[in-house]
């Protein structure tokens, strides 16, 4: 059954258009309110959805990683709940897609495809708590709680104060990216799928925040460093999230490593040429969204053929959903926050270290 996972994940990124829009019809089929109740714009929206579950799907399918569905599925209902969709939209949704799965897939293929699709329709009767990643347990809670208010009123220049105070009074830049920058963007993201800020809120928070950590560079950047190599990183092409890889590379900095960030959505080719520019080998590769994964593997794979001895270290949202991931596509280690990789990092052996 397994070697019909990846062409079972390809068979529907190929449809994917024609799946949605299949999988749309059925749905307004089988609940014929939908129109009065949400009229043209719900359905438009109703089929970009459909477009989400299916590539979702396509690549847990692909995987074998029936979690990184099921984690989509009642995050999504979270979302949904929270403007004033009910999860009974959803399920008819799901049960739709697993109608037309079952009608336009290969017979061979069906059974994995909605296997997948029945168990995130299982969890949606789980009740799915989604609580703050502001714990008040956690160092610098406070701190973390006033600096996300801040931002969360728009003062970026409050926030730097909050921060720059910190930095002033001997708080390490360690403790203000793990135990400030990194749960507030969690819950900045938390917030968004509750429906509590907008999409508007969310980009100028993630903004504000990196303008903060350019603030603190010259905390970061020490010209008496002894170098202890170089570190390529980057995110996949299409994965615009980036925050995180930027901190890994600010703290790996302070613990002597030579950083080349390489930022968002950079293509395969351009992570091949840089690592082999630098004579680096070590690798960084960050992919939050699931759907992106496919471009992990490509750049994972490129790197292999290119500089076999690379080191690769990914990380991400998406592997911490299915902690066997990282071996499914191909890379040496997984992180499952800044802290951890720089743990990791730090122990690798003298030879890896004595190569760069």
Not at 166 to 192: D, M, T
Not at 229 to 243: D, F, K, N, Q, Y
Not at 248 to 276: H, S
Not at 280 to 285: D, E, K, W, Y
Request: charged share 20%; hydrophobic share 45%; net charge negative.
């Amino acid at each position: 059954m397994s070697e019909l996972l990846e062409p079972t994940r390809d068979f529907i990124i190929e449809r994917l258009e024609d799946l949605a829009r299949e999988i749309v019809e059925r749905h307004w089929q089988l609940r014929p309110g939908l129109e009065q109740s949400y009229g043209k714009q719900g359905r438009a929206r109703c089929l970009e959805d459909a477009r989400y579950h299916l590539r979702y799907l396509s690549e847990a399918v692909g995987a074998g990683e029936p979690a990184l569905f099921v984690h989509y599925v009642t995050w999504a209902k979270t979302m949904l709940i929270a403007r004033n969709i009910p999860v009974e939209d959803l399920v008819a949704n799901l049960e739709a897609m697993s109608d037309v799965l079952g009608k336009e897939l290969p017979a061979l293929m069906q059974i994995p495809a909605m296997d997948y699709v029945k168990s995130a329709i299982r969890g949606l009767t789980l009740a799915n708590d989604s609580p703050s990643f502001l714990d008040p347990g956690q160092p610098l809670a406070e701190l973390a709680n006033q600096y996300l208010s801040a931002l969360l009123r728009y003062n970026r220049h409050s926030a730097s104060d909050l921060i720059l105070r910190a930095v002033g009074n001997k708080i390490s830049i360690k403790e203000i990216y793990c135990h400030v920058f990194e749960p507030c963007q969690y819950e900045i993201g938390r917030l968004w799928q509750s429906n509590v800020v907008s999409i508007a809120q969310e980009h100028y928070c993630t903004a504000a925040t990196q303008f903060i950590m350019s603030q603190l560079y010259p905390y970061i950047f020490r010209s008496d460093r002894t170098c202890r190599g170089t570190i390529v990183a980057a995110c996949v092409s299409g994965e615009l999230h980036e925050i995180g890889a930027r901190m890994l590379c600010d703290l790996l900095e302070m613990e002597g490593w030579n950083t080349i960030y390489l930022g968002a959505n950079v293509p395969t080719a351009g992570v091949v040429d840089v690592l082999r520019d630098n004579h680096s080998t070590i690798l960084a590769v960050s992919a939050s969204m699931t759907f992106h994964i496919p471009a992990v593997r490509e750049v994972i794979a490129a790197v292999r053929l290119a500089s076999p001895a690379t080191r690769i270290l990914v990380g991400g949202y998406a592997f911490k959903i299915a902690p066997n991931l990282w071996r499914d596509v191909g890379a040496n280690y997984w992180a499952k926050d800044a802290s951890d990789a720089i743990s990791l990092i730090g122990g690798l052996d003298d030879n890896v270290v004595n190569a760069l």
